[in-house]
Structures are given as C-alpha cells and as structure tokens.
C-alpha cells in the first residue's frame, strides 16, 4: 500500500490554455518519488487552496491532531 504525502502544482499549457495539475508524491516501494496526478484546476487559486488544505492535512494528521 502506499503513503502519499507530498502534494505539488504542475502547470501545462497545451497551446490554448493553462490547467493546472495537482500531484501526489508516492514515498513508499519502488515508486518513491515519483508523482501520481489527482486532480485538474482551472486557476491557480483554486489548485493552490487544495495543495495547501492537504499538505496541512497531512502534517496534523502525522503530529497526532
């Protein structure tokens, strides 16, 4: 099973318009370090919000809270 804990923004622009790609780090087995795309924001504001929202997720889930 793995453990995600990393969650990162990737933009791509396909020539027409910017979407923005949240990514999830997998830090267990033999694809450690690599990123698995979750999920596709039209602005940045919105993709950054959930970037921040799980990473704070993560880190009190670690401490316990």
Known sequence: MYDFFVYRLRR?????E???ILE???TCGQA???YL???IFETRE??????N???SKYGLDQLGI
Request: aromatic share 8%.
């Open 53 to 55: 929202r799980l990473n």
């Open 37 to 39: 795309p979750m999920e």
């Open 24 to 26: 999830r780090q997998i």
């Open 18 to 20: 910017v979407i923005w």
């Open 12 to 16: 791509h622009f396909d020539g027409c």
């Open 46 to 51: 919105e993709a950054e919000a959930e970037r």
């Open 32 to 34: 450690t370090g690599k």
